[in-house]
């Protein structure tokens, strides 16, 4: 027989953003523990709001099928002394299998005879496997947890009541004082408690109980009633998936409705807003056909349409007294000059163990300077970046982003352009927060994206200089996705970015400036390259690069950013030749055998005259041809001239004895593979690629 299961959780009202992760994981935990069980089953349906997290499993199988099988002991000489006697440790063994020694038989394995016992384990019902569920539910996690009463127990929230049916049978199980039973909770206030005959008719008795529980069919019913508001007003409505499924998660019984703000508010920016009505009150803001704002919203209450003008009347208040204190600072900001804004921030801490806001401004001056320099940015560019990076932080001091922190950057580019600063120097300070997330939007501009690489540098390096390095999945500065976001932007705008050359470059400068932080930054070098390094592998993976080609460029002598993506993604593009698997046998020959010799670059010159045969002279030219402007081209033709050194590398290795008995012709030969291995290492430490015939 077929059976159907029913388990649900009544929790007090949980956060919007856990409900669809929590359902989830539930789901997947029960689906582990009943074919860990060996319980089969169809499918398990879901169902959540955020009072209540609900599965229901069909098709579930009557019992476990039963078991039989052989369990072996230990062997016979072990098992009898030498009269045949059952030792203690066959007896013991037979006890473990509930046996006794009466069922032990022997079987022969590799040639030495085991005591072996055969069991048969009858399958439990599906009823007595269903009461691990409690152990199933328990063994949640969340964001964050909570205690309740006296107990110990931590959940997401208190946990109310709950419903395991297994068709009309109440399957029995506690957690803490509540007892499963039948009974489940309507809508807090516009239905009752109701008793499940079984649990089949779920869905529908909590409909009786406005209690919409699938979120899909939620979801669907707030897309519609929003639509035709839209279509009834001929608004245009942005249905930002982040928000439709949080406002999905905050109700139980969807009803949309309209309200409006005074026009006088539109005068403040969009961004303002938006992020007023968005992020703070979970409205959907409203646009006319060509995009421009209307002083409209729309929003969803828990709940039907009753008295719905004053929960309509109630929503407009709280919006205009939010719009009100917007209004407020945004003309109080507009008081103030930017640069007595930016002497505000003398007195602003980027961290206490580091400096103030101010002083970071001064180091990324310096460090956009340099780069910009680097990356061939034009006067104009350069002179746009010099601005940009000395007031880039200027509106953290502003009221309007003390209030909405969020806005940050946007509030900055704003009063920049109503401060007359040029477009490309507001929009830079906009831009140099991103990305804000490890895969989000990238600067647009390349004043913005220089911008943004300098201040994420610094911020990792003087965190580095100061000891606060991320560790495990401890990182509260959040420095590997600034990381990451050095590693996207240089991608994005193909700037070559050696790493090591330009934190030497920067802090010599900083010194020079006087503009230094008092912190040992050179002595973090190596350690900031190498972090850099494992966002570039992060990087490569994501571009589906081999994870051992990634850590064969990042491994190397090259340590600029661009070209090591470009290098993983020529050998990547190369890996599946016919000839790339004996390409590398001979590179890689080339490196194991070098680190033998140990020469300074001034030590490598090779003598000619110690040549003992012609392949060694053949290699010789063909190496220093190829080194005529190898640091200056592409990875794919650095790899094309590696490539061509193949037949000269074998028939050198077939006709030369490196390790020579004589110290001289030993050491010259080392200086030639040194040499060559100093080629290869540049694209990449070839010795950690995984090659397959």
Known sequence: ??????????????PAHVVTPSINQLKKRASDYLKDQRITFDQIKTFS????????????ADKQPDIDKSVKGPAKKIAQDTDGNWTKAAIGFSRGQGATTDDITFKEVKGTDYVFVEKHIAGKSVDEVLTGMKDVITAMTFPTMMKWANYSFEYVRPIKWLVALLNDKVIPFSILDVSTDRVTSGHRFLGKDVELANADEYEEKL??????ADAKKRKELIVK?????????????????????EVNNLVEWPTAFAGKFNEKYLKIPDEVLITSMKDHQRFFYVTNGDGTLLPHFISVRNGNDYDIQNVIAGNEKVLTARLEDAMFFYEEDQKKTIAEDVERLKKVSFHDKISTMFEKMQRVQVISNYLGKQFGFSDKELEDEQRAAEIYKFDLVTGMVGEFAELQGVMGEKYALLNGEAPAVAKAISEHYMPISANGALPASNVGALLAVSDKLDSILTFFAAGMIPSGSNDPYALRRQATGIVRIVADKNWNFDLIDTLKAIINLQDKKQVAPKLDQAGQITAVSDFIKDR???????????????DAVTSG??????????SGQVLQEQKDDDAFKSIIESLTRV?????KGHFKDNDLVVDGSLFENESEKVLNQKVASAAEGYYE????????????????????FDATMVMDKDEKLRDNHLRQLTLLSHLILHLGDLDKLVVKG
Do not use: C
């Open 225 to 245: 009633q929003i639509h035709k508001i839209a279509e009834d007003n001929d608004w245009q409505i942005n249905l930002d998936p982040d928000l439709l499924e």
């Open 633 to 652: 081209i592409s990875a794919k033709e650095d790899f094309d001239r590696l490539s061509g050194l193949k037949d000269a590398i074998n028939a050198y």
């Open 557 to 566: 002598s090259q340590t600029d950013i661009l070209f090591n993506i470009s």
């Open 591 to 595: 490196l194991r055998i070098s680190k």
């Open 1 to 14: 027989m077929a059976n159907n299961f029913l388990l649900e959780i009544g929790l007090e009202e949980i």
């Open 49 to 60: 709001t955020p009072r209540r997290l609900t599965l229901y499993i069909t098709g579930l």
């Open 536 to 550: 570039i592998k992060q990087y490569l993976d994501d571009l589906g690069i081999r994870y051992d080609i990634s």
């Open 207 to 212: 409909t009786q109980q406005f209690v919409i």
